[in-house]
């Protein structure tokens, strides 16, 4: 009897896709570190999605998808969950900066499932404190802007809304950022904070992506550059995924978002996450979870892939 | 004034962050919401108690962009448009009214009571639901204290069925108390489904208009927008019902009654956004939102927005960068 044909219950403990379990020894250039995040507790949205790591380790099995070949690239460790401390946001940047940097170290790249977007800067300031020698981009994927203005950092240091604003800080300016997917409904003030940097509403990459990373490469100064890609959920407009921003009803496909992941895969992405999902930790819950699966798994394809581009 | 509502909102927050305050604090032109959190009974399903509370959350997560703007301010990356939240508008939250579990008669008669009072004061009453048969009572309360006004029901419904012995065909009632009987100023859109042959009959007698929501699919947005406007000329004064179960059950399943081939949100809000009747508002009704029934949240957020499209210009305005 193969693996496959088991019951549910009678498999062992699952991974994200069924990849191997492993450890920070496990990890070195080329491979993938598949990290969940259980944190939510800053997010100013609907709490919920530190399930969304638990989730998708199911909703990958193959059992459940109902397709063997969902597995992605051989490359791929689960490496478990991330440290956090749910109530203390100093110590969670702090050891969330800490754990990325010490993955990056390895020359493995870090995916994160699950979780806030609030959380990301932390992991990007660890990868940038990892790889000092090449500039790093950000390739945000999202309904939201997130650039307000950053106020008192220390008091409320991991914050959603300004969680772009803290990454174009991290990474050299607006200029480093660029959004895919943006709402028809964004404050006026996080747009003038983004003049310099490439926006693409949803609509736009709807109708077509032609060309999309040339032109995002040519507002690059410096060719030699890496790529971070952050995928939130709520870029979606299908109705039957949960995410933690209000339904407008407008957005991207799933086909059209994974079209629009793989086709990013032409730069040299060294860092994801894929925040925003909140499941439904029901029967129903588990069609949505299969689709983000497959979001997830041209995320890592795109990670995997040598880019053609910046070569 | 007898005291109708309840001391505080059941709600975490009031409606589109108005200022919580009693009914004597209504001045002209201010926008007045209260909740009436009035389950729906057999034999639909039950939840509608909820809807005041996730439509004032949903309304406020339908509105952060505005409210992350220091000025209040979005803008469209594909109209280049800018569009202004007006907080200066006088916008007061009433609560909900008290001890109001289900639609009886005595329901109908506070929100009756109510609606007339916020409009002898000059406010526009939005009314926040609760089942659809609490229209009655607003319907009763504007008709109380104003004459003439047009119809405009947005449901996939064509009336509201008799339950618990309540005289409660809305839309019928209607006719009884007009002057002209023959020629009642009513306008539904987004009806689906099969409806009683008598309630087809009673809008025909009554040269009542009726856009299905199969005609907007088939032939687009436009033809209930002009079928508004042109309602909108012939009516200085609108009452607006929006029934979440005009929506879709693929998109917004947090209603009492199941409607398949309904509109979409995106087709409900386009509607009401491009009708454009926000300055012939009389009063607002929304209802049968049963959010514990949609795990994913849709209806309520869907709705909301439909709200917001309605209100159009008393809360927002366009700017130029």
Not at chain 1, 262 to 272: Q, R, S
Not at chain 2, 6 to 24: K, Q, V
Not at chain 2, 47 to 60: D, E, F, I, Q
Request: hydrophobic share 40%; aromatic share 4%; with cysteine.
């Amino acid at each position: 009897m193969s693996s496959v044909d088991l019951p549910v219950s009678m498999l062992s403990v699952p991974s994200f896709f069924g990849a191997p379990i492993g450890d920070i020894e496990d990890l070195s250039e080329g491979k993938i570190a598949v990290a969940g995040l259980f944190c939510d507790h800053f997010s100013e949205g609907e709490p919920g999605a530190r399930y969304a790591a638990r989730q998708l380790r199911y909703a990958s099995l193959p059992v459940l998808t109902h397709r063997p070949n969902i597995a992605p690239a051989n490359n791929t460790i689960d490496v478990g969950e991330l440290n956090i401390f749910p109530i203390e946001p100093q110590k969670t940047l702090s050891i969330l900066k800490e754990q990325s940097f010490r993955i990056h170290q390895t020359g493995a790249k870090l995916l994160t499932l699950g979780g806030d977007y609030s959380l990301i800067p932390a992991l990007v300031s660890g990868q940038l404190q990892a790889r000092p020698d090449r500039d790093l981009n950000i390739i945000r994927i999202s309904r939201n802007l997130d650039a307000a203005e950053i106020s008192n950092p220390q008091k409320k240091p991991l914050s959603r809304s300004c969680a772009t604003r803290q990454l174009g800080e991290h990474c050299g300016g607006s200029k480093s950022i660029t959004l895919l997917g943006v709402s028809d409904s964004n404050p006026l003030e996080e747009f003038e904070y983004l003049a310099d940097s490439f926006v693409r509403s949803a609509q736009q990459l709807s109708t077509s992506l032609s060309g999309l990373t040339a032109q995002i490469l040519k507002g690059v100064p410096d060719k030699n550059v890496n790529f971070y890609l952050s995928v939130d959920i709520d870029v979606l407009a299908l109705p039957s995924i949960r995410s933690n921003s209000a339904y407008t009803g407008t957005g991207l496909t799933p086909k059209q978002l994974t079209s629009l992941i793989l086709e990013l895969g032409k730069l040299p992405i060294i860092g994801a996450d894929v925040t925003g999902y909140i499941p439904d930790l029901d029967i129903s819950g588990s069609a949505a979870s299969v689709t983000v699966a497959e979001i997830v798994k041209s995320v890592i394809e795109t990670m995997s892939q040598e880019s053609a581009l910046c070569r | 004034m007898t005291k109708l509502m309840s001391e505080s909102t059941t709600a975490s927050t009031t409606y589109a962050g108005f200022s919580e305050t009693n009914i004597e604090e209504v001045s002209q032109g201010s926008i007045v919401v209260f909740g009436v959190p009035a389950d729906s009974t057999l034999p639909r399903r039950s939840g509608c108690s909820n809807g005041p509370k996730a439509l004032r959350r949903a309304t406020m997560g339908a509105l952060a962009c505005y409210f992350n703007s220091p000025s209040k301010t979005v803008v469209s990356l594909d109209s280049g448009k800018a569009t202004r939240f007006r907080s200066e508008v006088i916008g007061i939250d009433l609560g909900d009214l008290a001890d109001c579990t289900e639609v009886t008669i005595d329901t109908l008669k506070q929100v009756e009571q109510v609606t007339a009072g916020v409009h002898e004061q000059g406010g526009l009453p939005v009314l926040l639901g609760g089942d659809g048969r609490i229209l009655e009572g607003l319907i009763a309360g504007l008709q109380s204290s104003t004459s003439e006004f047009g119809l405009l029901v947005i449901s996939n419904r064509l009336d509201i069925p008799r339950v618990n012995g309540l005289a409660s065909k809305a839309l019928s009632s209607l006719m009884t108390v007009r002057t002209n009987p023959e020629n009642y100023p009513l306008l539904v859109i987004g009806a689906n489904g099969i409806q009683p042959y008598e309630n087809w009959k009673g809008i025909e007698d009554i040269q009542g208009n009726v856009i299905s929501a199969e005609i907007i699919h088939e032939q687009g947005v436009e033809v209930a927008v002009n079928a508004i406007q042109q309602f909108g000329l012939q009516n200085k004064q609108i009452l607006c019902v929006i029934d979440a179960g005009v929506l879709d059950t693929g998109y917004a399943a947090g209603t009492p009654g199941l409607n398949v081939g309904g509109l979409t949100p995106l087709q409900l809000t386009d509607i009401l956004s491009k009708a454009n009747v926000a300055s012939q508002l009389l009063g607002i009704g929304v209802t049968n939102v049963a959010p514990l029934l949609d795990a994913r949240g849709h209806s309520q957020y869907a709705t909301a927005q439909a709200l917001l499209a309605v209100l159009g210009e008393r809360l927002f305005e366009e700017m130029s960068l």
